[in-house]
T-cell receptor
Framework: AQRVTQPEKLLSVFKGAPVELKCNYS??????LFWYVQYSRQRLQLLLR??SRESIKGFTADLNKGETSFHLKKPFAQEEDSAMYYC??????????FGGGTRLMVKP | DTGVSQNPRHKITKRGQNVTFRCDPI?????LYWYRQTLGQGPEFLTY????????KSRLLSDRFSAERPKGSFSTLEIQRTEQGDSAMYLC?????????????FGPGTRLTVT
């Protein structure tokens, strides 16, 4: 069974500080991994996916198959980054399995 | 707005009543997914369709739940004999099978409160 774990429910940092949101997964095959974000009063939207190896809004995430992790990082947090972040895993583009989410609060 | 739409946005019902939600996916998206999200949790998969065929159902989907996508366009999710434990946000998402990114586009959700 596939499982995604986000150990922190809440992460609070000051503006300009580095941010790392942790995500660990368990899956027997080769997963597709994603980070979704939900800003206040907005719908869930894709932030980035591991297959594209892109940086979106300054965020990056590296898939570490040895540690089964897909942590989300940003070197300098901005207030507008405050949101709920969900790590998710997909089996060949089918259903998504989400972690429990981490609320990021960036204080001024 | 060409995004995924869901109706109603909010539904309050009494225990034991039946409710039906509707999801309109992005035009030409052939995959449609339903998820349920309770407070403090991430979304949990319920079921998904490819065109009109229901391809997978979660064990979370009890026999009180039924979903349809009759013409491969919009979908409905019906809950019969609602229970207080059904109170949650019901999310719909759509994607296109040919999209190599596997991105799912989410709707705003329908919040169900069972009293």
């Amino acid at each position: 069974a596939q499982r995604v774990t986000q150990p922190e429910k809440l992460l609070s940092v000051f503006k300009g500080a580095p941010v790392e949101l942790k995500c660990n997964y368990s899956y027997s095959g080769s997963p597709e991994l994603f980070w979704y974000v939900q800003y206040s009063r907005q719908r869930l939207q894709l932030l980035l996916r591991h297959i594209s190896r892109e940086s979106i809004k300054g965020f990056t995430a590296d898939l570490n198959k040895g540690e089964t992790s897909f942590h989300l990082k940003k070197p300098f947090a901005q207030e507008e980054d405050s949101a709920m972040y969900y790590c998710a895993l997909s089996d060949a583009g089918n259903m998504l399995t989400f972690g429990g989410g981490t609320r990021l609060m960036v204080k001024p | 707005d060409t995004g995924v739409s869901q109706n109603p946005r909010h539904k309050i019902t009494k225990r034991g009543q039946n409710v039906t939600f509707r999801c309109d996916p992005i035009s030409e998206h052939n995959r449609l997914y339903w998820y349920r999200q309770t407070l403090g949790q991430g979304p949990e998969f319920l079921t998904y369709f490819q065109n009109e065929a229901q391809l997978e159902k979660s064990r979370l989907l009890s026999d009180r739940f039924s979903a349809e996508r009759p013409k491969g366009s919009f979908s409905t999710l019906e809950i019969q004999r609602t229970e207080q434990g059904d109170s949650a946000m019901y999310l719909c998402a759509s994607s296109h099978i040919a999209d190599p990114s596997y991105e799912q586009y989410f709707g705003p959700g329908t919040r169900l409160t069972v009293t």
